[in-house]
């Protein structure tokens, strides 16, 4: 199972709205809606942002939104703030009945 | 409080076996599925295996890279999940994570583990 495919680094100003793709197969993100995005701080453990493609966790903030077209997923953050810089991965579900992640997406806030 | 705490990792000749271990708390673990899940120093996350819940006889899946050389297991009745390591080489070096599976998403994570596989 190949890794998904991320862009390595996305920036944006503060209060602008950045998107990360995250592109794979029919085998995983184009054939189930098990998509999630976790947010990873210098250090520190993944974050769940969003699962199933679109939802969030309770607690998580609404300027994280997640949608899905075809093989290819997109998180997008409105409203930047200093504080989504981090890594961003991607992660879907599996015909294998297992689990792939994204290549990961560095976020600058400029 | 759901917390999930692993330990166990440290320094390893190649060839060699570690066994980490995920102490839980604040849930029922029978009723979850646990996943492993490394990051190799500056690299990306890359899910590593699972366990799944009693529900489902707690069947096991893994990563290909390995298959046959990791395994996955719990112990419902205190509250643990272990990943048993054998046949370790250096790209098995690695911070492992140890998180529960909830609607196909890995919501709660533990600190993490490192395991350096080096002579």
């Known amino acids: 199972q190949s890794a998904l495919t991320q862009p390595a680094a996305v920036s944006g100003s503060p209060g602008q709205s950045i998107t990360i793709s995250c592109t794979g197969t029919s085998s995983d993100v184009g054939g189930y809606n098990f998509v999630t995005w976790y947010q990873q701080h210098p250090g520190k453990a993944p974050k769940l942002l969003i699962y199933e493609v679109s939802q969030r966790p309770s607690g998580v903030s609404n300027r994280f939104s997640g949608s899905k077209s075809g093989n290819t997923a997109s998180l997008t953050i409105s409203g930047l703030q200093a504080e989504d810089e981090a890594d961003y991965y991607c992660n879907s579900y599996a015909s294998t009945d297992t689990y792939v992640f994204g290549t990961g997406t560095k976020v600058t806030v400029l | 409080e759901v917390q999930l705490v692993e330990s166990g990792g440290g320094l390893v000749q190649p060839g060699g076996s570690l066994r980490l271990s995920c102490a839980t708390s604040?849930?029922?673990?029978?009723?979850?599925?646990m996943d492993w899940v490394r990051q190799a120093p500056g690299k990306g996350l890359e899910w590593v295996g699972r366990?799944?819940?009693?529900?489902?006889?707690?069947?096991?899946k893994y990563a290909a890279s390995v298959k046959g050389r990791f395994t996955v297991s719990r112990d419902d009745s205190t509250n643990s999940v272990y990943l048993q390591m054998n046949s370790l080489t250096t790209e098995d070096t690695a911070v492992y994570y140890c998180?529960?599976?909830?609607?196909?998403?890995?919501?709660?994570w533990g600190q993490g583990t490192m395991v350096t596989v080096s002579s």
């Open positions: 366990t799944k819940n009693k529900a489902n006889s707690y069947t096991t």
């Open positions: 604040g849930f029922t673990l029978s009723d979850q599925y």
């Open positions: 998180a529960r599976a909830r609607n196909y998403a890995f919501d709660v």
